[in-house]
C-alpha cells in the first residue's frame, strides 16, 4: 500500500467517525464542531482527490460562512447547551436505524455495482482552467446560481427582519 | 487506489445524515444533518471526476455549485427556523404538527 | 255422400226452387239479434227510449224478413241450406249455417210476429221496472238464439241454440231476482233443462258416432235410406233426443219447472213460454222425423204415451190452480202434451199446425193476463172478477183466445185440434183418443172458470184497474185476428196450403193426409169443446158465484193431490235434490273450502312466508349488513389511514424513505 492509501483511509476513517459524532451526539455545540470537522476532512480528502479550488471553496464557504450561520441559529433560538437528552427523538431512532441502514445498503451495492475503476487523476487542478469553463461552458448556471444567492438573500432578510413596519407577511 | 471505498464512505455519510434528519429533535440539527448529506454528494461528484480524470472537470463545477446551493438553503433555512422560533419559543420539530387531521 | 234432393221431393209431388237472395241472406235473421244485444248493452241506457227502440227495430225486421221468406215459400217453395264449417274435431266437420225450409220458415215467422207483438207490449208493460235495458238484451237475445236453434242445419248447431235458449231463459224468469222465489224459480228452470238434456247430448253423441255425421240432412237421408249403422241405435238415440225434449217442452215428468217460472215478467211468458221456447222439443222431433218415422219407429210410441199423460194430468192441476198465470201456463203443458201426441202418433203436420195456432192464441192469452195483473197488481183471481167493466178490450181479446184454446169452430184451435185428434182416430189409437178428448173438455172447463173468476162477476179487489195502454191493446187486437184466422191455412179437403208448408223440405215426410174432415174425431172435440165451456159457465158463473163453484166440483182427496201437483215437487226434493245436496253437493263444497281454497291459499302463505324469510336474511341481516359494513368499513379505514397525517416532518420522510428503498428494491432485484 501506498502513502496516498493510507493517508485516504485514514481521512476517510475519521471522517466516518466526525460524521457519525454529528448525528449522535447530546450536545448541540458538539455537533456543530463535528460538522465542522467532517467539513474539514472533506476538504483534505478533495485535497486527495486533486480537487483543490472545490477543498478552498468547502472551507472558505462552508466552513467559513455556513458553520457561523449555524451557531447563529443555535444561539438565536435558544437550544439547550451542554448535554442535552431530549435532543433525540427516542420514538424514531429504531426505524430511523433501520431506514438509514438499509439506504446505506442499498447505495454502496448500487455505487460498487456501478463503478468501479481507479483514480487516474494524477496533476493537480488547473484553477485557471476550472474558472475558464466555468464562465465559458457553464455561464448560464453561474447565472442563474447567482440569481439563486439573490433571492435567497432578500429572502432571508425579509424572513428574519423583526421589523414593527412590517404588519402583514403577505403585502412582501 | 481504488475507489470503492471513498464511494462506500460517501454511501455511509450520506445514510448517517438520514438518520439525522429522522431522529433529531432540534430543526437547526436537522439543517446540519441535510449539510452532512449535501457533503456525501459532494464527495461522490469530486471522486468521479478524479477517476474519470474529466478534462471538462464537470464533476467539480458541479460540486461548487452545489456548495453555493447548500449556502443560499442554509441562509433561508436557518431564517425559517427563526421565524418558528419567534412564534412558539421554540425549535423542537415535533411541536410544529398543526398540518394534521 | 249425395242426397238426391230432386227424387225424394218428386216422390211427394211438390215443387220448389232455391229461395234466390231471400235464403243466401236469412243468416242475417240469425245474426242480427246478436249484434243489437251487444248494441243495447253498450248504448241503451244513452237512448231515450232506453234500448228498446233498437229491440223493436230488430224484431221490426225479422218480421219483415221472416214475412218475405213464407211469401216467397208460398208462390215458390223454398228448399236449402247453407253450411259454414268451422273446423273439426276427429272425422267430424264442426259446420254452422242456416236452413230455408218449410219448417223453418214456419218458425221464423211465429218467431218474428209473436216477439214483435209481445216485444211492442213489453216496452210499455215494464216501463219504469228495473234493469229495462237489459230486460230488452236478454229478449233480443233470446230471439237470436231461438233463430239459432230453428234454423240449425247440424246437430251441434241445434244444442248450442238449445242450451242459449235456456241461458236467456234463465236470465229473463229471474229478472226480479231481488226475491228469493224468483232467482229459485229461474235455477229450477235451468237445471231441469240441464237434466233433459243429457239425454239430448247422448242422443246427438250415438247419432253422430253411428252415422258419421253432424248434418241433419245427411243422418235424415241415412235413417230413410237402411243404413245398417244407425239402425242398431236408432230406438236408443231417438229415445234419448225425445228426453231433451221433454225437458224443453215440459212433458210429465219434467215439466215442473214452466209453472214455476211464471215468476218472470209476463211479456217473457207470453214470448218464451208459450210460443218459442218450449216449442223447441217440437221443432227437434219435427226436423227428426224422417229418422223417426223411418227407423225409429218403436220411439215414436213411448213419445205419444208420454204426450197423452202430460195433457191430461196438466189439464187437471190446471182447474184448482188460483193464480191465472199458473192456470196459463198448465194449459200450456197441456197443449204441448196435444203437440207431442200427434208427432208421437206419427201426425208431422197436426203437430206443427197446433204449434202455429197455439203460439198466437197462447200468446194473446198470456199479453191479456198481464194486462190485467198489470192493472189489478196481483196474480191471485181471487182478488180479482168482474174486470170486464173495466177494461172491455182485454176483456174482449181474452174470451177470443179462450175460445180459440176452447177448439170452437172458426177458431184457429178448432181446426188444429181437431186434426191432432183426427190422427189419432186414424192410427186407431183409441184410448189414447178418448183421454185426449177428455183433455179437450178439460181444457175448455178450466178457461171457462179462470175467464169467470177473472172478468165475470164482481170486483173483489181493493185497486182501481182501468183499462191498459194502447200499446199493450193494439198488440192483443192483432194477434186475436191471428187467433181467429190462423187456422184457415189448413182446412182439410178445402185448403191445405200449411201441410206443403211444412213438408217441403230436402227429406220427404211420410204421413197421412187426411182428404176431409174426419167427422168422429171433430164431433166429440166439438162437443167436448162446448161442454167443458157450458159446464164451466153453469158452475161458475150460474149456480153460484165464481169463487163458491169451487166447492161445488171439490171432491176432497183428488182436489189435495192436483192442489199439491201429484207431490212431483215433494218427490224430488226427497228423492232427488235433497239427498245430492246433502252428500254430493255438500262433499264438493267442503272438498272446494278446504282442499282447493287451501292449496289456493297456501301458495299465498308460503310465497308471504319466503318473503319473509328473505327479507329478514338476505335483506336485513345479508344486503344490509353488507352495505352498512361497507360504509362503516370505509370509515374506520378512513379513521385508521388518517392517523398517518401527524404532521410531523420527520415521519413524513421516514415513510417516503421507506417507500424509496422498497421500490428500488424492486426494481434491482425483481424486475
Given amino acids: 500500500m501506498e502513502l496516498y492509501e493510507i493517508v485516504t483511509y485514514f481521512v476517510l476513517l475519521l471522517l466516518l467517525s466526525t460524521a457519525l459524532r454529528v448525528v449522535t451526539t447530546t450536545n448541540v455545540i458538539h455537533a456543530a464542531v463535528s460538522l465542522v470537522f467532517t467539513l474539514a476532512l472533506t476538504a483534505v480528502l478533495f485535497l486527495l482527490l486533486s480537487a483543490e479550488f472545490v477543498a478552498l471553496v468547502l472551507i472558505l464557504v462552508y466552513i467559513g460562512a455556513v458553520i457561523v450561520l449555524f451557531l447563529f441559529g443555535i444561539m438565536i433560538t435558544r437550544a439547550p447547551l451542554g448535554k442535552n437528552a431530549e435532543l433525540d427523538n427516542d420514538k424514531n431512532k429504531k426505524a430511523g436505524a433501520v431506514i438509514a441502514f438499509s439506504i446505506f445498503l442499498l447505495f454502496s451495492y448500487i455505487l460498487i455495482n456501478g463503478f468501479s475503476g481507479e483514480i487516474a487523476i494524477d496533476q493537480a487542478t488547473s484553477t485557471q482552467l476550472l474558472g475558464e469553463i466555468l464562465l465559458t461552458r457553464f455561464v448560464f448556471p453561474f447565472e442563474i446560481v447567482s440569481f439563486v444567492l439573490l433571492a435567497a438573500l432578500i429572502g432571508g432578510i425579509t424572513l428574519a427582519r423583526k421589523d414593527e413596519a412590517l404588519i402583514d407577511e403577505d403585502q412582501i | 487506489m481504488i475507489v470503492q471505498p471513498v464511494l462506500i464512505i460517501a454511501a455511509a455519510l450520506f445514510s448517517l445524515g438520514i438518520y439525522g434528519i429522522l431522529v433529531r429533535r432540534n430543526a437547526v440539527m436537522v439543517l446540519l444533518s441535510i449539510e452532512l448529506i449535501l457533503n456525501s454528494v459532494n464527495i461522490n461528484f469530486v471522486l468521479f471526476d478524479a477517476m474519470l480524470a474529466d478534462t471538462m472537470m464537470n464533476g467539480q463545477i458541479f460540486s461548487i455549485f452545489i456548495i453555493t446551493i447548500a449556502a443560499a438553503e442554509v441562509g433561508i433555512g436557518l431564517a425559517i427556523v427563526l421565524m418558528l422560533f419567534r412564534n412558539r419559543q421554540t425549535a423542537n420539530i415535533d411541536e410544529f404538527d398543526l398540518m394534521k387531521w | ?671
Wanted: charged share 10%.
Fill in chain 3, 1 to 671: 255422400m249425395v242426397i238426391d234432393k230432386v227424387n225424394l221431393l218428386a216422390e211427394s209431388k211438390i215443387t220448389y226452387g232455391d229461395g234466390g237472395v231471400l235464403a243466401e241472406y236469412a243468416w242475417i235473421l240469425v245474426v242480427l239479434p246478436f249484434i243489437s244485444a251487444l248494441l243495447i248493452t253498450f248504448t241503451g241506457k244513452k237512448l231515450p227510449y232506453k234500448g228498446a227502440e233498437i229491440a223493436l227495430a230488430t224484431i221490426g225486421s225479422i218480421f219483415v224478413y221472416s214475412t218475405a221468406l213464407l211469401y216467397q215459400h208460398i208462390t215458390e217453395g223454398i228448399v236449402n241450406e247453407f253450411f259454414v264449417g268451422v273446423g273439426s274435431i276427429g272425422s267430424f266437420d264442426i259446420e254452422f249455417g242456416w236452413v230455408v225450409d218449410g219448417l223453418s220458415i214456419m218458425m221464423y215467422f211465429v218467431v218474428g210476429t209473436v216477439a214483435l207483438l209481445v216485444f211492442i207490449y213489453a216496452t210499455n208493460y215494464m216501463k219504469g221496472e228495473i234493469r229495462y235495458t237489459f230486460f230488452f238484451t236478454s229478449l233480443t237475445l233470446f230471439a237470436g238464439s231461438m233463430l239459432v236453434l230453428v234454423s240449425s242445419p247440424t246437430l251441434i248447431q241445434i244444442l248450442i241454440g238449445w242450451e242459449l235458449v235456456g241461458v236467456c231463459s234463465y236470465l229473463l224468469i229471474g229478472h226480479y231476482w231481488e226475491i228469493k222465489e224468483n232467482s229459485s224459480a229461474a235455477m229450477k228452470a235451468f237445471i231441469t233443462n240441464k237434466i233433459a238434456d243429457i239425454g239430448l247430448m247422448i242422443g246427438i253423441i250415438i247419432l253422430a258416432l253411428n252415422t258419421g255425421t253432424l248434418r241433419i240432412s245427411e243422418i235424415l237421408y241415412q235413417s230413410t235410406h237402411d243404413y245398417e249403422a244407425i239402425k242398431n241405435v236408432a230406438f236408443l238415440a231417438g229415445v234419448l233426443l225425445f228426453i231433451g225434449a221433454m225437458g224443453k217442452s215440459a212433458q210429465f215428468p219434467l215439466h215442473v219447472w214452466l209453472p214455476d217460472a211464471m215468476a218472470g215478467p209476463t211479456p217473457v211468458s207470453a214470448l218464451m213460454h208459450a210460443a218459442t221456447m218450449v216449442t223447441a222439443g217440437v221443432y227437434l222431433l219435427a226436423r227428426m222425423f224422417p229418422f223417426y218415422e223411418g227407423i225409429a219407429h218403436e220411439a215414436l210410441e213411448i213419445v205419444m204415451l208420454f204426450g197423452v199423460i202430460t195433457l191430461i194430468a196438466a189439464g187437471l192441476i190446471a182447474i184448482v190452480q188460483d193464480d191465472l198465470k199458473k192456470v196459463l201456463a198448465y194449459s200450456t203443458v197441456s197443449q204441448l202434451g196435444y203437440m207431442i201426441a200427434a208427432i208421437g202418433s206419427g201426425a208431422y203436420t197436426a203437430a206443427l199446425f197446433h204449434l202455429w195456432t197455439h203460439a198466437f192464441f197462447k200468446a194473446l192469452l198470456f199479453l191479456g193476463a198481464g194486462s190485467v195483473i198489470h192493472a189489478v197488481h196481483t196474480n191471485s183471481m181471487l182478488e180479482m172478477g168482474g174486470l170486464r167493466k173495466f177494461m172491455p178490450r182485454t176483456f174482449t181479446t181474452f174470451i177470443i183466445g179462450t175460445v180459440a184454446l176452447a177448439g170452437l169452430p172458426p177458431f184457429a184451435g178448432f181446426f188444429s185440434k181437431d186434426e191432432i185428434l183426427a190422427s189419432l182416430n186414424h192410427e186407431g189409437e183409441t184410448t189414447f183418443l178418448i183421454i185426449s178428448i177428455i183433455g179437450a173438455f178439460v181444457t175448455a172447463f178450466y178457461m171457462t172458470r179462470a175467464v169467470a173468476l177473472t172478468f165475470l162477476g164482481e170486483y173483489r179487489g181493493h185497486g182501481h184497474p182501468h183499462e191498459s195502454d194502447k200499446m199493450m191493446t193494439v198488440p192483443l187486437m192483432f194477434l186475436s185476428v191471428f187467433a181467429i184466422g190462423a187456422g184457415w191455412v189448413n182446412i182439410p179437403g178445402i185448403y191445405t196450403g200449411f201441410t206443403t208448408w211444412v213438408t217441403t223440405r230436402a227429406n220427404a215426410i211420410i204421413e197421412h193426409h187426411p182428404e176431409s174432415f174426419d167427422y168422429a174425431a171433430l164431433f166429440s172435440g166439438l162437443a167436448a169443446g162446448l161442454i167443458g165451456i157450458s159446464l164451466g159457465y153453469f158452475i161458475y158463473q150460474i149456480q153460484a158465484s165464481a169463487e163458491n163453484g169451487d166447492k161445488a166440483i171439490k171432491v176432497e182427496p183428488i182436489w189435495t193431490v192436483l192442489e199439491n201437483k201429484y207431490y212431483l215437487d215433494n218427490f224430488y226434493f226427497k228423492y232427488l235434490i235433497n239427498p245430492t245436496k246433502s252428500t254430493i253437493s255438500n262433499a264438493i263444497d267442503r272438498f272446494n273450502t278446504n282442499v282447493i281454497d287451501r292449496i289456493i291459499n297456501s301458495f299465498g302463505i308460503v310465497a308471504s312466508f319466503l318473503g319473509q324469510i328473505v327479507y329478514n336474511n338476505f335483506d336485513q341481516k345479508g344486503i344490509d349488513r353488507l352495505l352498512n359494513a361497507s360504509s362503516t368499513g370505509t370509515d374506520n379505514l378512513g379513521g385508521k389511514v388518517k392517523l398517518l397525517q401527524t404532521g410531523k416532518t420527520q415521519q413524513y420522510i421516514m415513510l417516503f424513505l421507506a417507500g424509496v428503498v422498497t421500490i428500488s428494491l424492486l426494481i434491482l432485484f425483481i424486475i
